[in-house]
């Protein structure tokens, strides 16, 4: 089951706090203030900081 859209209203960085999105290969959720992606791992977001990946 993919990320759905009800989720991703709901969710947010843990971080910041703020909005996520789908990155385009459908593979991890980007926080554009915090410019990090969160894995999504057999269908779930792996929403922990150490875990992030670094983005631009």
Do not use: Q, S
């Amino acid at each position: 089951m993919p990320v759905t859209k009800e989720l991703l209203e709901i969710i947010a960085c843990p971080k910041c706090k703020g909005d996520v999105h789908i990155n385009e290969k459908g593979d991890g959720l980007v926080c554009d203030k915090c410019k990090v992606m969160y894995p999504i791992k057999d269908d779930i977001p792996v929403m922990l900081i150490d875990g992030a990946i670094k983005i631009g």
